[in-house]
C-alpha cells in the first residue's frame, strides 16, 4: 500500500460519514440561519476535519506495532473520529449558547 494512502485511510473511509455528520450539523436547527451562523458552522467543520487529521497523524505515530501491523489504523481510526466528534459537540453547545444570546433567551 502506498505510504500516502496508509497515512490517509482513516480519512479515506471515513470522508463519506464525516460528510454525513457534517450536513447535519450544518443543517440544523435551520433557523436562525445568519451570514455569522454559517461563518461559525463553516470554522467549527473546518477545526473538527482538521482535528481529525491531527489526531489521525498522532495515533498513527503512536501506535505500537507490536500488536500487529492493523492496529496503528485501528487505533488512528478510533482516536481520529473521537475527536471529530467532540470537535463537533462543542461546537454545538457553543453555537446553541451563542444563539439563546442572540435572541434573548426566548426560544428554550
Do not use: C, H, K
Not at 450536513?23 to 440561519?33: D, G, I, K, T, V
Amino acid at each position: 500500500m502506498s505510504p500516502l494512502v496508509e497515512a490517509n485511510l482513516a480519512l479515506i473511509l471515513f470522508l463519506p460519514w464525516l460528510a454525513v455528520l457534517g450536513a447535519l450539523f450544518w443543517l440544523f436547527p435551520r433557523r436562525p440561519r445568519t451570514v455569522a451562523r454559517r461563518r461559525f458552522d463553516a470554522v467549527a467543520l473546518a477545526l473538527a476535519l482538521a482535528a481529525f487529521v491531527a489526531a489521525n497523524g498522532w495515533a498513527l505515530g503512536y501506535a505500537d506495532r507490536a500488536y500487529g501491523r492493523l492496529w496503528p489504523q485501528i487505533l488512528a481510526t478510533s482516536v481520529a473520529y473521537g475527536v471529530f466528534l467532540l470537535v463537533l459537540a462543542v461546537a454545538v453547545f457553543v453555537r446553541r449558547r451563542w444563539l439563546r444570546g442572540r435572541d434573548g433567551g426566548a426560544r428554550r
